[in-house]
């Protein structure tokens, strides 16, 4: 089974620097979270052609596909009409939305009206994700070559809610073998990055299924190991390795 997944982020808005996209950094931390990766986050305008060769692509990839923006009540809001054209599926006017928005107007003293109403359309084959903070749902669309793809709403607050509430849930269940990688942080001061580099070259350090990425910050270098949890034993060894290297260096009090 492949614990890969890619995030599309779709908007003209995202691109211009208008709305801030933090989209990857919480699907990242969700997902590492429960043992899954996200692979690829790419940022595209909202153009349909542009949509369905992106979502098609990362299906090629990949066996979870995040999709999100597009989803509200404007002519600019495409994403369900790209899909539905890559996908070959009908739009249909899922009416339990259609209820909950109704309910959701009336609550703020407004009316539903047709355009609104255009939030409750989903691919016909969708699996349809309420929407418990804000109007237009997210879908799980399974595919029948064993891939998802999710459709989810752009706002932030909106996509974490659908993300947390639904979809994380669901992804334990299905990927219930995926383990989360094992992380361990060796903290440095008084020493740049590439006096570090330096001396793990001198020293041979080069640990086997272990990655190693460097952080460095005013004065400091954090040096983060991940691993595998079948490669415990090795994150353990490389760890105690880099204390030896950088025995002098260490930040023991941060």
Do not use: C
């Not at 299924?209 to 490389?238: C, W």
């Amino acid at each position: 089974m492949n614990f890969q997944a890619e995030l599309i982020s779709i908007g003209n808005e995202l691109l211009s620097g208008r709305t801030l996209n933090t989209h990857g950094r919480d699907l990242g931390e969700a997902l590492s979270a429960i043992g899954l990766q996200l692979s690829r986050d790419t940022t595209i305008p909202d153009d349909i052609p542009t949509i369905g060769s992106a979502v098609d692509e990362a299906l090629d990839r990949v066996d979870l596909v995040f999709v999100s923006g597009g989803l509200g009540p404007t002519i600019d809001d495409i994403t369900r009409d790209a899909l539905a054209k890559l996908l070959g599926q009908k739009i249909i006017i899922d009416q339990p939305t259609v209820e909950y928005l109704k309910s959701w107007y009336e609550k703020r003293g407004r009316t539903v009206t047709l355009a609104a109403t255009r939030q409750a359309q989903v691919l016909e084959s969708a699996n349809v994700l309420p929407n418990s903070v804000g109007a237009a749902p997210g879908q799980r669309i399974e595919l029948a070559n064993g891939k998802t793809l999710f459709v989810l709403p752009g706002p932030p607050n909106e996509f974490n809610a659908i993300l947390s509430e639904k979809i994380i849930p669901w992804l334990k269940e299905t990927y219930a073998d995926a383990r989360p990688n094992l992380v361990s942080t060796v903290r440095t001061k008084g020493i740049g990055e590439s006096d570090i580099v330096t001396i793990l070259e001198e020293a041979g350090f080069a640990p086997k299924n272990v990655d190693l990425g460097f952080y460095p910050s005013m004065g400091k270098v954090e040096i983060r190991l991940t691993a595998n949890p079948d490669h415990e034993l090795q994150l353990v060894e490389a760890e105690q390795t880099l204390h030896k290297l950088l025995t002098n260096h260490l930040d023991l009090f941060d």
